[in-house]
């Protein structure tokens, strides 16, 4: 008979008890944030690229509940509308980043030698590189689009998932368990993808929402530089950009809700990362 062993771990729902009041609101802004990124086309009032130059830079008011930006178009309806591409932006860098990064560090963890070195260094390399710097090479290179700038990022994140994720597998990699499934002649990859990687779970979860604040933030820089999603499409780090004008003529209200909302997204997703990251280190090992 053939006896499976495995490290008792937690689930991934008890990692999200305890993380206190702050945590749980913030799950709750990061959940209404992804309802609009989904639902907000249909949520919007208006036409978020109808354009009347006559209502340009009226207040609230009608019906129009955040007034009306440099183009006489819908602020309200923007913002809504705008969560899908700044959210589904960070989503594709967090994508691949977490998926390479976590196969590069299982491979860097269990083959040890001259695999560990070369995965180390590269990420080493790369992470010597500033991401918004590598995003604006790709850019000059590839155009200016939400993608070029994503994959930019993706790789730029990559090696920090790396440093995380490789020191985990390899405290996972030391522990007995690990010893008694190669002694039942488990297969290397049996052992990382079934046991290691469900052990560290918690923690790529963790370190996935905190990277996803940082991601949505440079990717809001990125189309504030205009290398990222092209205006007319609405972006919030698009109406960031374009609301530079009514700054200047005193009328900040586009910059300053697109940029509101961008900040109370970035920081909700590194709140609840940080708690969530705190639960998995103080989990006993």
């Known amino acids: 008979m053939t006896l499976t062993l495995t490290r008792p771990g937690s689930t991934l729902l008890r990692k999200f008890s305890g993380i206190g009041w702050l945590g749980y609101a913030s799950a709750v802004v990061i959940i209404l944030a992804a309802v609009v990124a989904v639902f907000g086309p249909l949520l919007a009032p208006y036409p978020a690229n109808q354009s009347n130059l006559t209502n340009a ?6 019906g129009h509940l955040l007034g009306f930006d440099s183009q006489g178009r819908d602020l309200f309806s923007r913002v809504l509308v705008g969560a899908r591409s700044s ?17 590069l560090a299982i491979v860097a963890s269990w083959r040890h030698g001259w695999v560990d070195n070369v995965i180390s260094s590269g990420s080493d390399l790369v992470f010597a590189f500033p991401g918004l710097l590598l995003a604006v090479l790709v850019a000059a290179i590839a155009g200016p689009s939400q993608w070029s700038a994503a994959i930019a990022l993706a790789v730029a994140y ?52 905190i990277l996803f604040g940082w991601a949505a933030l440079d990717l809001a820089a990125i189309s504030f530089l205009g290398l990222g999603v092209q205006p007319p499409q ?20 586009e910059s300053l809700v697109s940029g509101t909302v961008l900040v109370l997204v970035v920081v909700a997703f590194n709140i609840l990362g940080e708690r969530l990251n705190d639960r998995y280190t103080k989990e006993p090992r």
């Open 57 to 62: 830079f009226i207040g609230p008011g009608g």
């Open 234 to 253: 609405a972006d919030w780090g698009v109406m960031a950009s374009e609301g530079k004008t009514g700054v200047l003529q005193g009328y900040p209200a």
């Open 158 to 209: 990559t090696p920090y998932v790396v440093r995380i994720v490789r020191a985990a597998a390899l405290r996972e990699r030391s522990l007995p368990y690990i010893e008694a499934l190669e002694v039942q002649g488990c297969s290397a990859w049996t052992i990382c993808v079934r046991h290691i990687a469900p052990n560290i779970a918690a923690l790529l979860v963790a370190q996935s929402t």
């Open 87 to 103: 959210m589904l932006g960070a989503l594709i860098v967090i994508a691949l980043a977490m998926l390479a990064g976590t196969v």
